[in-house]
């Protein structure tokens, strides 16, 4: 089944990578402030792939430790959180071997399968030159988001 969104009441759909939602769970982070106003934004509707939190929790965990890594748990509960459904496997590993040579990953790959399934062209990255060279199947590219 695939959403359309459209700006209904000035809301966007985006879909949030890995690092972003790192950068907000650490506050010592360089990108963490440009990532948190995004974060805050009210016209936004974020929705982050399941295997962004996952990957995002293993890093906190390393880098910060269990406390942070709990934190992060808890402040999921106002989050839109959406696993992979089986029809976004293929894509995902079609996505994996196209960008092969980056390599672009399953998580990115889940990202850009969560984007194409729900027909939004927003992603809130902080990887401009991967997401801005991908080619997704529904719109002519990608706006990302933080500026």
Do not use: K, N
């Not at 942070?68 to 976004?88: C, I, Y």
């Not at 990887?127 to 500026?147: N, Q, V, Y």
């Amino acid at each position: 089944m695939q959403r359309r969104f459209s700006l209904r009441s000035g809301i966007q759909v985006a879909i949030v990578d890995t690092g972003p939602v790192y950068a907000v769970a650490d506050a010592s982070d360089a990108d963490h402030a440009p990532s948190l106003a995004v974060f805050q934004r009210r016209d936004l509707h974020l929705i982050i792939p399941a295997l962004v939190i996952a990957e995002a929790s293993y890093l906190l965990s390393s880098r910060a430790g269990p406390a942070a890594e709990a934190a992060f748990f808890r402040g999921l509960s106002g989050f839109e959180v959406v696993a992979p459904l089986p029809a976004d496997w293929p894509r995902i590993a079609d996505l994996v071997e196209e960008y092969g040579d980056w390599p672009l990953g399953g998580v990115d790959a889940s990202v850009v399968a969560l984007a194409e399934r729900l027909g939004t062209d927003l992603v809130i990255t902080l990887d401009r030159r991967h997401f801005g060279a991908i080619r997704p199947r529904h719109c002519a590219a990608f706006r990302i988001l933080p500026e």
